[in-house]
């Protein structure tokens, strides 16, 4: 298929500018459509689309609406309509072109990010004059993109190896410095793309700057999985980052952004949330869910310590202890306790403190008794746990194949751009 790519960024300047001042916030969204603005393979995005869609960009960021602004950022909001239409066209393909949001449902989301109350969205953009229904469209096309990203990465599962290499990694980098980031990401696809994106990601840095809402930009914006969460990368151990971002997040200031920082994926943008030294793990961190097997013991001490250690040696994990008790002369076995280490009677925090899941400790003799704990589950609140190891791993993936998928989409486009100098 045949591409064309005269962007708006192309533009000479005056053009570019006389554009920005024609988008003006349209006094009706029921007044004629304005002229085509971009032709998406056979779809067209209309210059009261941009329009409506820059004024939802400004007013939900926080940014001030002024003619600089919006040239600032139209180059991105024309990329933003021209990926929606690419991922809705694959959506129709791929048989998700009857999809429609739930606005009862989604609006929810919406508004808890924004911080107003439920229903109070619509009033919100009609009181600015705002569209729901670019609104709509944009919410549309993230829900049918998700579901297709989704489809691909069932066929490439995450296996449990891979989350545990990951987090043993993590745990032997649990001493290095954490850093909690959010990032807005502009992909380079094309060295032909370069410059267009360099500039793009340096007027999302002004428009930031000026007081815009980072998560906000980073939801309209960023082409990094990590946009769906306001750009929120979560805590990142020094180890992580790239040797790029590792020349600069260091040197950042909680509450402070990085400049444009050029990556192997294209340009990024870090926000420095909160530092600490490493992972507090403490015994006031720690949470172990134990049980107690008590054998009865009517022979030498040492002599029944031996025999019990025999006994719990095979065992590996707390399950085995029911089949334990259930032979002729084994042990009572209590049911779990979860508490934290800090919360234990000293004899048996000492006895449980370093032990790992599914091993049995030292068996101690008391009066006609030898009693064993174990531990079945052991959390440590500072450290990530398995399951948000493998979360953490599906968003890379989800990212990867998103980033490729869309690659693929532009690549097999006919992408025209008609924007002509405001009259």
Not at 243 to 271: C, F, K, Q
Request: hydrophobic letters at 40%.
């Amino acid at each position: 298929m045949s591409m064309s790519r005269r962007l708006p960024w192309s533009l000479p300047a005056r053009t570019l500018l006389a554009l920005v001042l024609a988008f003006v916030p349209v006094p009706s969204w029921a007044q004629e459509s304005l002229g085509i603005a971009v032709v998406v393979n056979d779809e067209a995005i209309t210059e009261r689309d941009l329009a409506a869609r820059l004024s939802l960009v400004l007013s939900l960021s926080g940014i001030t609406d002024t003619p600089e602004s919006r040239r600032q950022l139209l180059p991105q909001v024309a990329t933003m309509l021209i990926n929606e239409k690419l991922q809705l066209q694959e959506g129709v393909r791929q048989g998700l072109g009857g999809f429609r949001i739930d606005r009862n449902e989604t609006y929810g989301f919406v508004e808890r990010n924004l911080g107003l109350g439920p229903g109070e969205l619509v009033a919100f953009m009609e009181d600015r004059g705002l569209s729901l229904d670019s609104l709509d469209d944009q919410l549309t096309a993230e829900i049918v993109w998700g579901e297709l990203v989704r489809a691909r990465q069932r066929q490439r599962p995450i296996f449990e190896a891979e989350v545990e290499d990951e987090y043993q990694r993590m745990i032997a980098a649990a001493h290095e410095p954490h850093y909690l980031l959010a990032e807005i990401v502009l992909s380079v696809d094309d060295p032909e793309e370069e410059e267009r994106v360099r500039e793009n990601i340096e007027r999302l840095a002004d428009a930031l700057r000026s007081g815009g809402r980072f998560s906000i930009l980073a939801q309209q914006f960023s082409q990094s999985a990590s946009s769906s969460n306001g750009g929120d990368l979560g805590w990142i151990v020094h180890s992580q980052l790239s040797e790029e971002l590792a020349a600069v997040v260091p040197n950042l200031g909680v509450g402070y952004m990085s400049p444009p920082i050029r990556t192997l994926g294209g340009y990024t943008l870090i926000l420095m949330r909160e530092i600490r030294p490493g992972y507090r793990v403490s015994d006031e961190d720690v949470e172990v869910t134990i049980r107690q097997a008590v054998f009865a013991a009517d022979e030498d001490a040492t002599d029944a310590v031996e025999r019990v250690s025999d006994a719990v040696s095979p065992i590996s994990s707390c399950e085995d202890l029911d089949a334990l008790a259930a032979a002729d002369g084994g042990p009572q076995v209590s049911n779990a306790v979860t508490a934290r280490l800090t919360d234990l009677q000293d004899d048996v925090r000492r006895q449980v403190e370093n032990l790992e899941p599914g091993t049995a400790g030292t068996p101690v003799a008391g009066v006609g008794e030898v009693r064993v704990m174990m531990v079945c589950e052991r959390v440590e609140h500072g450290l990530p746990t398995r399951e948000e190891v493998r979360n953490t791993l599906e968003a890379r993936q989800h990212d990867t194949i998103a980033r490729s998928y869309l690659r693929d989409l532009r690549r097999q486009a006919f992408v025209d751009i008609r924007i002509q100098e405001a009259r």
